[in-house]
């Protein structure tokens, strides 16, 4: 089992910058595909980027290419998600979700506002 926990939210001036951070526990944590999701309020979980165990692949959302970018250090367990270009439809709360031979497992979030 794996415990997430996802930093680096806050309030941003849209066409700005964040970097989030997801930190695990646990030590098979080289061993999970890692992901980001994100939920607006009224609005359903959805998919934002994922990175393969090994780092080599990642997948992005369609609207949030060439801005987002996912990356890992499986020295410290954590992933990342840097955001460029923030817009107000970019506001949510951030999900950092991590799987392993068929079992997910979540953090509890961190919210993400972008002004206009």
């Known amino acids: 089992q794996v415990q997430l926990v996802e930093s680096g939210g806050g309030l941003v001036q849209a066409g700005g910058s964040l970097r989030l951070s997801c930190a695990a526990s646990g030590r098979t944590f080289s061993g999970y595909t890692m992901a980001w999701f994100r939920q607006a309020p009224g609005k359903e979980r959805e998919f934002v980027a994922a990175?393969?165990?090994?780092?080599?692949?990642?997948f992005y959302t369609d609207s949030v290419k060439g801005r987002f970018t996912i990356s890992r250090d499986n020295a410290k367990n954590t992933i990342y998600l840097q955001m460029n270009s923030l817009k107000p439809e970019d506001t949510a709360v951030y999900y950092c979700?991590?799987?392993?031979?068929?079992?997910?497992?979540w953090g509890k979030g961190t919210l993400v506002t972008v002004s206009s």
């Open positions: 990175i393969t165990s090994s780092g080599r692949s990642t």
């Open positions: 979700y991590g799987e392993r031979l068929g079992m997910g497992f």
